[in-house]
T-cell receptor
Framework: DTEVTQTPKHLVMGMTNKKSLKCEQH?????MYWYKQKAKKPPELMFV???????INESVPSRFSPECPNSSLLNLHLHALQPEDSALYLC???????????FGPGTRLTVL | GNSVTQMEGPVTLSEEAFLTINCTYT??????LFWYVQYPGEGLQLLLK?????DKGSNKGFEATYRKETTSFHLEKGSVQVSDSAVYFC???????????FGPGTRLSVLP
């Protein structure tokens, strides 16, 4: 299995909702990443997990809460988001920190 | 600091035309260099990479050569197809193992 999967593909939520994004890989990679991508912009790094431990948090607001339950799974818990948080959220993985990254298809999030 | 500069898009070509997308970088040491492609509505896919000076990465008819003397990694393809229409991101991985740095992306449209 050489892919990164993400669910859901699309998500619409209100500002008071709580939702979660899920990412999974079965390539044995030990580093996993969350990126946020706005339209016509490159991805912006949010979080890095290395060996299931959070190693990088790029000053992301606390309304985004990452979780890495095991080496294959990465979640992003969302709560009290703002409309400006609407974006494509991409998950990626690599063998170890910052080697070539393999991206999932993303979750298109709309906050109303 | 580390940075990547790409030619401004959009780039519009006719099918079977020759493609060049310029990429230059600023980094200390010897970074690894990558081209990623993002098709509409999808995540990023690794297109090709080069890890040391004078390396040539190639995939699906695309090529790029790591030029240390000009700090460049230009993407080329001899004959583009409509299916190559996408956004292309040049990226570097610094030699000190820090975050990937992405360029702003170049949108390519290929007309039949």
């Amino acid at each position: 299995d050489t892919e990164v999967t993400q669910t859901p593909k699309h998500l619409v939520m209100g500002m008071t909702n709580k939702k979660s994004l899920k990412c999974e890989q079965h390539m044995g990679h030990r580093a996993m990443y969350w990126y946020k991508q706005k339209a016509k912009k490159p991805p912006e790094l949010m979080f890095v997990y290395s060996y299931e431990k959070l190693s990088i948090n790029e000053s992301v607001p606390s309304r985004f809460s990452p979780e890495c339950p095991n080496s294959s799974l990465l979640n992003l818990h969302l709560h009290a988001l703002q409309p400006e948080d609407s974006a494509l959220y991409l998950c990626a993985s690599s063998t170890t920190d910052y080697n070539e990254q393999f991206f999932g298809p993303g979750t298109r999030l709309t906050v109303l | 600091g580390n940075s990547v500069t790409q030619m401004e898009g959009p780039v519009t070509l006719s099918e079977e035309a020759f493609l060049t997308i310029n990429c230059t970088y600023t980094a200390t040491g010897y970074p690894s260099l990558f081209w990623y492609v993002q098709y509409p509505g999808e995540g990023l896919q690794l297109l090709l990479k080069a890890t040391k000076a004078d390396d040539k990465g190639s995939n699906k008819g695309f090529e790029a050569t790591y030029r240390k003397e000009t700090t460049s990694f230009h993407l080329e393809k001899g004959s583009v197809q409509v299916s190559d229409s996408a956004v292309y991101f040049c990226a570097l991985r610094p030699s000190d193992g820090q975050n990937f740095v992405f360029g702003p992306g170049t949108r390519l449209s290929v007309l039949p």
